[in-house]
């Protein structure tokens, strides 16, 4: 038992040895702390590109949309095909999407960037689309001027 505990204050001391050598290095350099050298593989400079160049090229972000409308089997498509113009005709502004993704057709509606938006709308439309449902998904960036 009485080793078990000098061990571990061994241990102890030693990692907190290690840190304090560790800072004390970290705050020698340059005393104007305006020249900082960072050393690192130039791979992560490629994948920093990378990154960026793909963001740019990417049109959406993270959001929710609602679900009014999901069938699969025979004439599916022109079921949600039909749901989608029924409502376009009385939200003509409001984005509607139709996505296959087998076997199902879905149709969703709407760029709401937060889930409180997307519940004020599906307020409104509870009477007409008693089954609807909010999902998360990439929705459309917001136009700018």
Same mark, same amino acid.
């Given at each position: 038992?009485?080793?078990?505990?000098?061990?571990?204050?061994?241990? #102890?001391?030693?990692?907190?040895?290690?840190?304090?050598?560790?800072?004390?290095?970290?705050?020698?350099?340059?005393? #104007?702390?305006?020249?900082?050298?960072?050393?690192?593989?130039?791979?992560?400079?490629?994948?920093?590109?990378?990154?960026?160049?793909?963001?740019?090229?990417?049109?959406?972000?993270? &959001?929710?949309?609602?679900?009014?409308?999901?069938? #699969? &089997?025979?004439?599916?498509?022109?079921?949600?095909?039909?749901?989608?113009?029924?409502?376009?005709?009385?939200?003509?502004?409001? &984005?509607?999407?139709?996505?296959?993704?087998?076997?199902?057709?879905?149709?969703?509606? &709407?760029?709401?960037?937060?889930?409180?938006?997307?519940?004020?709308?599906?307020?409104?439309?509870?009477?007409?689309?008693?089954?609807?449902?909010?999902?998360?998904?990439?929705?459309?960036?917001?136009?700018?001027?």
């Amino acid at each position: 038992m009485y080793k078990m505990r000098y061990f571990c204050y061994i241990c #102890s001391v030693l990692i907190i040895l290690l840190t304090r050598v560790d800072v004390v290095f970290a705050q020698q350099g340059d005393s #104007s702390g305006t020249n900082t050298e960072i050393i690192q593989d130039e791979r992560v400079d490629i994948l920093v590109k990378k990154h960026i160049q793909v963001n740019q090229v990417l049109n959406t972000m993270d &959001g929710f949309r609602i679900q009014v409308f999901s069938d #699969s &089997g025979n004439n599916s498509k022109n079921k949600a095909q039909s749901v989608q113009d029924e409502f376009l005709a009385k939200y003509p502004a409001m &984005g509607v999407y139709l996505t296959f993704k087998s076997p199902n057709y879905k149709v969703r509606i &709407g760029d709401f960037r937060t889930k409180l938006d997307a519940q004020r709308f599906l307020i409104e439309l509870t009477a007409d689309y008693p089954n609807a449902f909010i999902i998360a998904d990439q929705i459309n960036l917001p136009k700018t001027d």
